[in-house]
C-alpha cells in the first residue's frame, strides 16, 4: 500500500502541472463591443451661416489722466463712477516745493531785470562820453554788448517764472471733457512720478462694440464693411438684434491672445459703458455645402473631424474637415465629406478608429402589450 501511495503522487502532479500552468497564462483580451451610434447621411444644400463673438460696450475715448510733474498725491476729488465735467478738480498735488520753486524763480527775474536796468543806465552815459571823445568807439560796443547780454538774462528768467509758474498750476489734476470716472489707480499719501496714471475717464460721446476676432476669421470681418446690414450686436440678456458699422481693425495680432481686436460704431443705440454684448457676423450663403449637429464634430490630433461609418465593415474612423460657420445649432461643414457618406452624430466621443459600431435603432412601443396585460388582469 505505501509503495501504491508513492507511484500516485509523481502521476497526480504530472495531471495537474499543465492545467496549473494553463491559468497562469496571459488570457486573451475581450472583444469590443458594438457601440450603438447614430448616424446621419449627407446631403449637400445651401447655408446662410453666422458667427458670433463676446463683446463689450466702451467709451470711444478713454483717457489715463495723470499728473505732468511729480511728486506726493495730496487729495484725490472723485470715485469710481463719478461723473466729472469739464475744468474739474480731480486730484491735487502737495505743491509745497512746487511753489518754492516758483518763488526762486520770480526772484531770478527781479534780479535780471535789476542788472539789465543797470547795464541800460550804463550805456547811456557811456553814449555821450563818447560823443565828447573821453571813451573811443570800442569801448561803447563793449558796453552795449553787457547791456543786450542782461537783457537775454532777463528774458530767460522770465522763461523759467513762466515754466516754474506753469508746473506749479500742474499739480491740480484736472478733467479734459465731461465724462464719468471708469478707474480709479492711485490713492492719497502716494508718491507719483510724472505721467503716473491716477484715474481713467471715459469721455461723453460715441460708443464701440469691442470685440476679438481669431487669425483665420479677420477676413471675414473685413469683407462684411463692404455689405451693410452683415455685422449686428445683441445685448446681454436681450434678443433684439442691432445694426453696426465697422469703425476699426487693428493691424496686428495680439501677441498673447493672437487675435485682432476690433471696433465697431454701435451709432445712436442707447448702451451702458461695459454691457456685454454679442456681435453676430452673417456669412454669405455658401452653395455645396454640408450641415451637420454641433455634437458630430470632434477635436483631433489639432484638426476638426468627424466619425464617417464604413457601411461595408461597420466601422467608423476620422476624417477632416474645414469648418465654414454655424447655423443656428447645426455646424456648416465647407468641405472634407462627399454627398452619400454616413457620419456619426451621437457618441463621437467614445469611439477610436476602426471600431465597430451599429446603428442606433430606437425601441418600439405600440398599444398590444398594453391592450393583452389590461385583458389579463380581468
Known sequence: MPLLSRLAS??????????????????????????????QVVTAGTAGASQEYAAEVKARIESRLSFR???????RE???????????????????????????????????????????????????????GFISMAELERRDSAFKAAQAQLDQAKAQAD???????????????????????????????????????????????????????????????????????????????????LREVAAATDPVTRTFLVKADAGKLAVQLGQSATVVLD????????????????????????????TAAMTVKPVPVQVGGADGNEVVIAGG????????????HVLTPGQKVKRYVPPRTTGAQP??????SR
Not at 492545467?19 to 448616424?39: D, H, I, M, Y
Not at 478733467?175 to 503716473?196: F, H, I, K, R
Request: net charge positive; charged share 15%.
Open 10 to 39: 509523481p502521476l497526480l502532479l504530472a495531471t495537474l502541472l499543465p492545467a496549473l500552468l494553463s491559468g497562469c497564462g496571459k488570457q486573451p483580451a475581450a472583444p469590443e463591443p458594438e457601440r450603438a451610434v447614430r448616424t
Open 69 to 75: 510733474v511729480g511728486g506726493k498725491l495730496a487729495t
Open 78 to 132: 472723485v470715485n469710481l463712477g463719478d461723473a466729472v465735467k469739464r475744468g474739474q478738480v480731480l486730484a491735487r498735488l502737495d505743491a509745497q516745493d512746487l511753489k518754492l520753486a516758483q518763488a526762486a524763480a520770480l526772484a531770478a527775474v527781479a534780479a535780471a531785470r535789476t542788472n539789465r536796468d543797470q547795464t541800460a543806465a550804463d550805456y547811456r552815459r557811456y553814449v555821450d562820453l563818447q560823443r565828447q
Open 163 to 245: 515754466v516754474q509758474v506753469n508746473q506749479s498750476g500742474y499739480s491740480q489734476l484736472m478733467a479734459d471733457g465731461p465724462g464719468v470716472v471708469t478707474g480709479v489707480n492711485a490713492e492719497p499719501g502716494q508718491v507719483l512720478a510724472a505721467g503716473s496714471p491716477v484715474v481713467t475717464v471715459a469721455m461723453d460721446g460715441p460708443r464701440d462694440v469691442v470685440f476679438s476676432v481669431p487669425e483665420d476669421q479677420i477676413a471675414r470681418v473685413r469683407a462684411a464693411a463692404a455689405r451693410p446690414g452683415a455685422l449686428k450686436m445683441r445685448l446681454w440678456g436681450g434678443a433684439e438684434l442691432h445694426p453696426l458699422t
Open 283 to 310: 456669412l454669405p450663403s455658401q452653395p455645396g455645402v454640408v450641415k451637420l449637429p454641433l455634437a458630430s464634430v470632434m477635436q483631433q490630433a489639432g484638426k476638426t473631424s468627424v466619425w464617417v461609418l464604413d
Open 337 to 348: 465629406l462627399q454627398p452619400g457618406q454616413e457620419v456619426v452624430v451621437a457618441g463621437v
Open 371 to 376: 391592450a393583452a396585460a389590461s385583458a389579463a
